[in-house]
């Protein structure tokens, strides 16, 4: 007797665990690539010209101060949309960031004010040559490899 409804107890065991692996997995999100070291963000679909970007949302102090820090590498043609409740000029550095990056500070209207090269792990301020509440960075040297500069727009700001 014992065996059999020991052989019950450890199946219907084993029933519950699968049931909740299961459970979890279908319930839990899934995350982005380097998503251990900061957490979900939204995503938004931007446009340079001819060129689609994939950007992370940094739109509340928490996000925004943290930005691209512990990150060893961004996918291709990824980056992090800073986005600031009021206009003003804008300031980065790259504490904590380990890869270089490009960033271009933009109007409202996607217009780049200025873009700007920053080298990791520097405290170097590099600022927006005017007051926005927008910016973009991208790995060092993606705006300039595709011919973008200040007076041009990124889309699909809206």
Same mark, same amino acid.
């Given at each position: ?7 019950? @107890?450890?199946?219907?065991? @084993?029933? %519950? ?17 380097? %998503? ?8 938004? =679909? ?9 950007? +992370?949302?940094?739109?509340?102090? +928490? ?59 520097? +405290? ?10 927008? %910016?973009? +960075?991208?790995? =060092? ?8 500069? %200040? ?6 700001? =809206?």
């Amino acid at each position: 007797m014992c065996k059999w409804l020991c052989l019950f @107890r450890q199946r219907g065991l @084993r029933v %519950a665990l699968f049931s909740l692996i299961v459970a979890l997995v279908t319930i839990a999100p899934l995350p982005f690539a380097n %998503a251990q070291t900061v957490g979900l963000l939204p995503v938004k =679909q931007l446009t340079a010209g001819m060129h689609v970007i994939r950007a +992370e949302v940094a739109s509340n102090n +928490e996000t925004r101060s943290r930005g691209l820090m512990y990150r060893k590498e961004l996918a291709p043609n990824a980056g992090m949309l800073f986005v600031f409740d009021q206009p003003a000029v804008q300031c980065f550095w790259m504490r904590n960031t380990l890869i270089p990056l490009s960033i271009a500070f933009m109007t409202d209207d996607g217009t780049i004010t200025n873009i700007a090269d920053m080298a990791p792990m520097t +405290e170097n301020s590099h600022c927006s040559s005017a007051p926005v509440r927008l %910016a973009l +960075e991208m790995e =060092q040297g993606w705006f300039a490899k595709r011919g973008i500069s %200040a007076g041009k727009k990124i889309g699909g700001l =809206q």
